[in-house]
């Protein structure tokens, strides 16, 4: 099931505020100025939210990768637990790009994304209905073709 407007536009708003705007109160010994901010990402945020919902390819996919290099910072590839692909903007990210930094993806990350299990996507895989990557697993793309044909339920 796809995630609601609101749903992402709470988890984006929680998100940022857990990873970026509260440790910036702290360095600031809780100035004032982080206020106004708050008000910005709420603002923001649905409209971002509503990019990746319902907006064109281009401004979803501009929105995701923005999102993901901003609250997931780090020297290796996106990498996130199976969990993650669960939440609202898990959702949105692989109905709209798939797996935002991978072409191939394991079994269990694509059973993470598509709600069901490991065994689940060797079936798929198994009649054709999910694409094999030539290296190894399932096909990012794929996935997210699937999601966006066949309307999958998440779990």
């Given at each position: 099931m796809s995630p609601t407007h609101e749903e992402l536009t709470e988890q984006l708003i929680r998100l940022i505020d857990i990873r970026l705007l509260?440790?910036?109160?702290?360095?600031?010994?809780?100035?004032?100025?982080?206020?106004?901010?708050?008000?910005?990402?709420?603002?923001?945020?649905?409209?971002?939210?509503a990019a990746i919902v319902s907006g064109d390819d281009r401004a979803a996919v501009s929105v995701v990768m923005r999102a993901?290099?901003?609250?997931?910072?780090?020297?290796?590839?996106?990498?996130?637990p199976l969990d993650w692909w669960h939440s609202p903007f898990g959702q949105a990210v692989a109905r709209r790009v798939g797996h935002p930094t991978a072409e191939s993806v394991s079994y269990a990350v694509a059973g993470?994304?598509?709600?069901?299990?490991?065994?689940?996507?060797?079936?798929?895989?198994?009649?054709?209905?999910?694409?094999?990557h030539p290296e190894g697993g399932v096909r990012s793309a794929s996935v997210r073709d699937r999601l966006l044909r066949e309307g999958t339920r998440r779990v």
């Open positions: 509260d440790p910036l109160e702290i360095l600031v010994d809780g100035h004032d100025a982080i206020d106004p901010l708050r008000a910005v990402i709420r603002d923001r945020a649905r409209s971002w939210a993901i290099a901003t609250l997931y910072p780090g020297d290796g590839s996106f990498n996130p993470a994304m598509l709600g069901i299990t490991r065994q689940g996507v060797h079936d798929l895989t198994s009649r054709d209905k999910l694409a094999r």
